[in-house]
Protein backbone atom coordinates (compact mmCIF):
# COMPACT_ATOMS: atom_id res chain seq x y z
CA UNK A 1 0.00 0.00 0.00
CA UNK A 2 1.21 3.48 -0.37
CA UNK A 3 1.36 6.33 2.28
CA UNK A 4 -1.63 8.27 0.54
CA UNK A 5 -3.82 4.40 0.47
CA UNK A 6 -2.73 4.17 3.98
CA UNK A 7 -3.51 7.88 4.97
CA UNK A 8 -7.09 7.05 3.46
CA UNK A 9 -7.85 3.58 5.09
CA UNK A 10 -6.80 5.43 8.36
CA UNK A 11 -8.91 8.35 8.13
CA UNK A 12 -11.91 5.73 6.74
CA UNK A 13 -11.54 3.73 9.88
CA UNK A 14 -10.76 6.30 12.61
CA UNK A 15 -14.44 7.18 13.15
CA UNK A 16 -15.37 3.69 13.65
CA UNK A 17 -12.68 3.16 15.73
CA UNK A 18 -13.45 6.01 18.04
CA UNK A 19 -16.69 5.42 18.46
CA UNK A 20 -16.33 1.64 19.31
CA UNK A 21 -16.33 -0.72 22.20
CA UNK A 22 -13.48 -2.56 23.69
CA UNK A 23 -14.31 -5.19 21.68
CA UNK A 24 -15.11 -3.79 18.87
CA UNK A 25 -11.82 -1.52 18.84
CA UNK A 26 -9.70 -5.30 19.48
CA UNK A 27 -11.74 -6.31 15.93
CA UNK A 28 -10.98 -3.19 14.03
CA UNK A 29 -7.62 -3.51 15.19
CA UNK A 30 -6.93 -7.16 13.62
CA UNK A 31 -8.49 -6.10 10.55
CA UNK A 32 -6.50 -2.66 10.27
CA UNK A 33 -3.10 -4.55 10.79
CA UNK A 34 -3.75 -7.22 8.14
CA UNK A 35 -5.21 -4.87 5.82
CA UNK A 36 -1.93 -2.02 6.47
CA UNK A 37 0.62 -4.90 7.58
CA UNK A 38 1.97 -3.08 10.85
CA UNK A 39 1.83 -3.84 14.53
CA UNK A 40 -1.27 -3.38 16.51
CA UNK A 41 0.94 -0.49 18.80
CA UNK A 42 1.41 0.92 15.44
CA UNK A 43 -1.81 0.30 14.52
CA UNK A 44 -3.58 1.86 17.85
CA UNK A 45 -1.34 5.09 17.21
CA UNK A 46 -2.29 5.76 13.69
CA UNK A 47 -6.03 5.90 14.79
CA UNK A 48 -5.95 7.33 18.07
CA UNK A 49 -3.99 10.38 16.30
CA UNK A 50 -5.40 12.86 14.08
CA UNK A 51 -3.79 14.78 11.33
CA UNK A 52 -1.79 16.50 13.74
CA UNK A 53 1.38 18.71 11.79
CA UNK A 54 4.47 18.32 13.20
CA UNK A 55 6.18 20.98 14.62
CA UNK A 56 9.48 22.74 13.41
CA UNK A 57 10.81 22.15 16.88
CA UNK A 58 14.69 21.52 16.71
CA UNK A 59 15.43 17.97 18.49
CA UNK A 60 18.34 17.17 20.58
CA UNK A 61 20.64 19.27 23.06
CA UNK A 62 20.40 23.46 22.52
CA UNK A 63 23.92 24.49 20.69
CA UNK A 64 26.17 26.04 23.83
CA UNK A 65 28.54 28.48 21.33
CA UNK A 66 28.11 30.95 19.05
CA UNK A 67 29.56 30.93 15.74
CA UNK A 68 32.33 32.83 17.04
CA UNK A 69 33.36 30.25 19.28
CA UNK A 70 32.43 27.58 16.60
CA UNK A 71 35.95 28.22 14.67
CA UNK A 72 38.15 28.20 17.83
CA UNK A 73 39.02 24.48 17.59
CA UNK A 74 40.37 24.76 14.27
CA UNK A 75 42.24 27.50 14.86
CA UNK A 76 43.88 25.42 17.79
CA UNK A 77 44.23 22.34 15.48
CA UNK A 78 46.01 24.48 12.39
CA UNK A 79 48.77 25.80 15.25
CA UNK A 80 49.58 22.51 16.45
CA UNK A 81 49.50 21.27 13.04
CA UNK A 82 52.05 23.93 11.94
CA UNK A 83 54.68 22.98 15.46
CA UNK A 84 54.43 19.56 14.80
CA UNK A 85 55.18 19.81 11.06
CA UNK A 86 58.08 22.41 12.21
CA UNK A 87 59.80 20.12 15.08
CA UNK A 88 60.28 17.04 11.95
Known amino acids: MTRSSIREYTEAVRGRYVRASKKEKGRILDEFTKVIGCYR ?30 GAPFCVWRLWASFSNGSN
Request: avoid cysteine.
Open 41 to 70: KAAIRLLRQGNQPRGNKKRGRPQQYGAAAA
